[in-house]
Each structure stands twice: as C-alpha cells, then as structure tokens.
C-alpha cells in the first residue's frame, strides 16, 4: 500500500454512487499507469470467480483484487477492493458464514419434519 495505489482497503461499496466514485478514482491511476491491470487465472484462487478484477501497483508491487459489486436482488453484494492476502481471507469468512446459514437451513428444515410426523403420526 502506498500513495500511489491505496492507503486503505474497502471491504464493501455500500452504495453505487460510492463504487462509481471510486471506481473513477481507479481509472485515474491505471491511466497514469501508476496501477497495472494483471490477468491472474490460473494462478489464483480466487480466479474462478467472476467479476474479480486484479491490479498491480508498479510503485509498492502491492497485488489489489476488487469485486464488482451487484446490487440487485440476489447480487453476489457490495463488493470490496483488498490487497490479494485479505481478499483471500475475506471470502474464507463469506464462506465460513455461507456454510453456517446452510447449515441452519437445514436444521430447520429437520426439525418441521420431526414436528410435522409427530403431529400427523
Ligand atoms: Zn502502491
């Protein structure tokens, strides 16, 4: 991280025009070529994933990947825009929680069964 990339990592865009602003913000320093656009598949993890845009500062080499928020219903939510080793925990813990709710889901399901046989059987 350093002045000519980012000083700060954003762990969600919380509003469009948020996003838009930065994203201009982002055009900027890859224009000036402060910032590299790096094609990562195959390399990362993370790449299976759409909407994943990797950046590569050429002052402090720091790797950035940003996810293109989706606000609409059933979007994959609010984006972010993290250096490479704080992505890669980041979506850890989205899948963390994702296998949580999964997990209740499933034991709700259960239990109206168990209810239900009890109360027709
Ligand atoms: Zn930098």
Not at 21 to 48: G, P, R, Y
């Amino acid at each position: 991280m350093c002045n000519d990339c980012f000083n700060n990592e954003i762990y969600s865009f919380e509003t469009q025009s948020g996003f838009d602003e930065f994203n201009k913000l982002l055009d900027k320093k890859t224009l000036a070529k402060k910032l590299l656009i790096i094609d990562v598949h195959e390399q990362n993890s993370l790449s299976i994933l759409d909407s994943l845009l990797y950046f590569q500062c050429l002052s402090c080499s720091e790797n950035w990947v940003m996810l293109i928020p989706d606000y609409s219903w059933r979007g994959s939510g609010k984006g972010y825009f993290l250096t490479n080793d704080n992505a890669i925990k980041h979506h850890d813990e989205l899948h963390k929680y994702d296998r949580k709710k999964t997990f209740l889901g499933i034991l709700f399901l259960i239990i109206i069964v168990i209810l239900s046989l009890m109360l027709f059987v």
